[in-house]
């Protein structure tokens, strides 16, 4: 399972989601999420899903990374549904017993839902996939720039953000790693009780802690001795420019949320 998480991971490629400018794609993530929220049907949620689709086909990434992304929140697809079959009581009863109503609205809620969440994983991990560490920091911090009027550090917490980012992958591999030296010294991960299994973890969390504490020591020695005092003064080897392209995307990005709004409409006259 562990394995499966890509959360985090850069995947190099000459694409043309990959040539993007950094602000562009993060502007298009944020236009993602509200086409997202503002479908209020099937339709809708149909032409935000062919957006994202069409999007990582263009990308160049395999669609097993995309499975794989998928993989770790199961768990929570399957948790999400449930709530709402189970609570939703409104609408045509499909199935009764004893005190479990499973209604319409419930079942079509719950696969709406589920749809929803699928799709804004998917196109989250589609910005990290495209985008290396060092362009999301640049574009974090000239898309928050406006707040260093305030004396908000913009560098430092988009350093911040960009570097715990970053670091998921290593942590999940080392997590791994510990887990498989834990099992071969005869540590039992997989049967036993709830409590059980909770207190087998703690001799892998407490080494990832420890570990995650040298890395995090190592990291602030290594920018120490590179010099590195924060955003003052500080140049860059690749300005970010945006071009036609950048401007296309957004183009047709509006168009797909007009598009939504559209369908929506469809349905309701429907």
Not at 125 to 148: C, N, V
Not at 163 to 183: G, H, N, V, Y
Request: hydrophobic residues 55%.
């Amino acid at each position: 399972m562990l394995k499966d998480i890509t959360i985090g991971q850069y995947f190099p490629g000459k694409s043309l989601v990959h040539r993007l400018d950094p602000r562009v794609k993060i502007i298009l993530i944020v236009a993602f999420i509200v086409m997202l929220f503002i479908a209020d049907s099937f339709f809708g949620l149909g032409v935000g899903m062919v957006f994202v689709l069409g999007a990582f086909l263009i990308s160049g990434i395999p669609f097993k990374m995309m499975l794989k992304s998928l993989k770790p929140i199961m768990p929570l697809l399957i948790f999400t549904g449930l709530l709402n079959i189970l609570f939703i009581r409104t609408g045509e009863v499909i199935w009764k017993w004893k005190f479990i109503v499973i209604t319409e609205l419930g079942v079509t809620t719950a696969l709406f839902m589920v749809i929803r969440i699928v799709a804004l994983i998917i196109g989250s991990s589609l910005l990290t996939y495209t985008t290396s560490p060092i362009q999301l920091t640049d574009a974090i911090e000239r898309l928050f720039s406006p707040l260093k009027v305030i004396k908000v550090p913009v560098h430092e917490l988009a350093m911040m953000m960009t570097i715990a980012l970053r670091f998921i992958p290593t942590l999940i591999e080392e997590t791994d790693k510990i887990m498989s030296a834990q099992k071969a010294r005869g540590a039992d991960l997989e049967t036993g009780s709830v409590i059980q299994r909770a207190k087998a973890l703690i001799p892998i969390f407490v080494p990832l802690i420890v570990s995650s504490f040298r890395r995090a020591e190592e990291l602030a020695l290594a920018m120490e001795c590179r010099c590195y005092h924060g955003g003052e003064g500080r140049t860059r080897l690749k300005q970010l420019k945006t071009s036609f392209r950048d401007y296309a995307a957004l183009a047709v990005t509006a168009v797909f949320i007009a598009g939504v709004v559209f369908a929506d409409k469809i349905d309701f006259i429907i």
